[in-house]
């Protein structure tokens, strides 16, 4: 079954630096894009980053979050990665990875396996 574990969360001082990383099994990774979603309780949950498949990947992120997050994957270790930088405290949130479709001409669409989350904690 689809399986996705993340890691790299914890607590971090404002302009700091956070690279979360997604370990996926249960299906064909590297045929699948993939992203990052954050929450906050009493919120629904946000596209942070999603990275298309193939060979040329198609990015995007939220608005709030260009320039200082980059998402990649490693197709090899079927893993997807989020380097924060600058972190602010709005950048607090649960981080959840997903598996989705990124077609050309269309939005991210997330599909309903999520990963367990990892907290992000940016405070002084």
């Known amino acids: 079954q689809v399986q996705l574990v993340e890691s790299g969360g914890g607590l971090v001082q404002p302009g700091g630096s956070l690279r979360l990383s997604c370990l996926a099994s249960?299906?064909?990774?590297?045929?699948?894009?993939m992203s990052w979603y954050r929450q906050v309780p009493g919120n629904e949950r946000e596209l942070v980053a999603a990275?298309?498949?193939?060979?040329?990947?198609?990015?995007t992120y939220a608005d709030s979050v260009k320039g200082r997050f980059t998402i990649s994957r490693d197709n090899g270790k079927n893993t997807v990665y989020l380097q924060m930088n600058s972190l602010n405290a709005g950048d607090t949130a649960v981080y959840y990875c997903?598996?989705?479709?990124?077609?050309?001409?269309?939005?991210?669409?997330?599909?309903?396996?999520w990963g367990q989350g990892t907290q992000v904690t940016v405070s002084s």
């Open positions: 997903n598996k989705g479709t990124f077609y050309i001409g269309e939005d991210y669409r997330p599909t309903d396996s």
């Open positions: 249960g299906f064909t990774f590297g045929n699948f894009a």
């Open positions: 990275i298309s498949s193939g060979a040329a990947w198609r990015i």
